[in-house]
């Protein structure tokens, strides 16, 4: 019997990400230099991207995004309510409007069809669309085919929030390459697939988006010879913009850089555990597990399951205690970002606006899952479960 306490997601910190990090701590750089730019190196060969930037956290990531694709006031970009606040709150940095698309309630991403059905109703107003910025809910990668087509066709730019999607596949093609998006936001917090402590990067094929981003991390300046318009010797600086302090220190890069040469041992497991939970929630009918997009290959960041609360006694509230009470400590993901009271005072979104997102949330819990976890623990949390979901109905 188990005695551990289980949380929905952790980090795993091995000797040789120690030793990394004290050996970066012992050279003489500790800010943003050598390790910076390996770290960066490898998430391009990882992943096959031309250019990658990184940053303090995700959520910088996806500031600097919007600042590069030129969001600005007047400008639409629409988003999932079923997100991280920092996804929506990226375009209200860049002073643009934010709106919401529903997500398909089976795999917890975007809805095509209902995007393409608004992007439509701009047109018709004569309005368009700014950009999109879809993400790859639990690691659960969007319809990135008819994304990109709807991208091309009405001429909007798209940025994908990867956050929970390293090592995701769609058509067989590594999604943070960014082949389908025009810019990817990846986050490197403790409770996702490879951590930094706080951290995130831009992956793009875009060479001048990677030239905006990377000026904009240091305080928009620059000493490429070729953007100056004077030069006054090899101190010499210029701002082109205003910029900000998203650097991430080089102690940071080592742990990133030792960490990613293990995802895709990470990612095995987690795709084992998912295999395992599957299996075991297969003959209950009081709980759905995510539909896997088509053509897609997830990546698990989260294991959400969907409780049927029309066959449950107890509420989820209840249920969730109960397995807090057995040391399974469980999550939910989203609250619905229209409904916090910031997008409502400010923007009049009300419930019943998004309403698969917002059912969503009614029924989601993410149980454990992070590499470390091994059969008797799986075993334990799957026996609390359906324990606790059978005193429920
Ligand atoms: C974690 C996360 C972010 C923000 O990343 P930070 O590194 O915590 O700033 C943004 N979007 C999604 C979907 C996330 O899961």
Redesign the pocket.
């Known amino acids: 019997m188990s005695h551990l306490a289980y949380s929905y997601g952790k980090q795993i910190i091995e000797s040789e990400d120690i030793q990394a990090v004290l050996e970066t701590m012992q050279s003489s750089w500790l800010t943003q230099g050598p390790q910076a730019s390996r770290f960066e190196d490898a998430l391009c060969t990882r992943f096959g991207a031309r250019h990658s930037t990184v940053l303090s956290?995700?959520?910088?990531a996806?500031h600097l995004i919007g600042l590069a694709l030129g969001w600005k006031p007047g400008d639409l970009v629409l988003t999932v309510p079923l997100?991280?606040l920092?996804?929506a709150n990226s375009v209200l940095y860049a002073g643009a409007r934010v709106d919401f698309v529903d997500i398909d309630g089976q795999t917890g991403t975007i809805d095509v069809n209902q995007l393409e059905a608004r992007i439509k109703e701009e047109k018709q107003r004569g309005s368009g669309v700014k950009a999109v910025i879809a993400?790859d809910y639990a690691g659960n990668p969007c319809d990135w085919t008819s994304l990109r087509m709807l991208a091309d066709k009405y001429e909007f730019q798209l940025v994908d929030?990867a956050?929970?999607a390293l090592g995701a596949l769609h058509k067989g093609k590594e999604i943070c390459s960014s082949v389908f998006a025009d810019a990817v936001?990846l986050?490197?917090?403790p409770v996702?697939h490879i951590t930094t402590g706080?951290?995130?990067a831009i992956l793009t094929n875009n060479p001048d988006l990677d030239k905006r981003v990377k000026t904009l991390r240091t305080h928009g300046m620059t000493k490429d010879e070729g953007l100056l318009s004077e030069n006054h010797g090899p101190w010499y600086y210029e701002m082109h913009d205003v910029g900000f302090n998203y650097r991430i220190t080089d102690f940071q890069c080592a742990l990133g850089v030792a960490q990613l040469s293990r995802l895709d041992k990470f990612l095995a497991s987690r795709r084992e555990i998912a295999a395992y939970y599957d299996r075991a929630f297969e003959k209950y009918d009081f709980l759905d597990t995510l539909r896997t997009t088509t053509d897609g290959v997830h990546a698990y960041h989260l294991y959400p399951i969907l409780l049927r609360q029309d066959r449950m006694k107890v509420s989820k509230k209840d249920f969730f205690l109960r397995l807090q009470a057995r040391n399974i400590f469980t999550q939910v993901h989203y609250i619905p970002v229209h409904l916090q009271p910031y997008y409502r005072k400010k923007f009049g979104f009300k419930p019943g606006d998004f309403p698969a997102a917002e059912n969503f949330y009614h029924r989601e819990l993410s149980i454990p899952m992070y590499p470390s976890l091994v059969a008797t623990d799986l075993n334990y949390i799957t026996r609390c479960l359906i324990e606790e979901l059978e005193v429920a109905t």
């Open positions: 956290s995700g959520t910088a996806l997100t991280f920092a996804t993400v929030d956050c929970h936001s986050s490197f917090h996702k706080e951290g995130g």
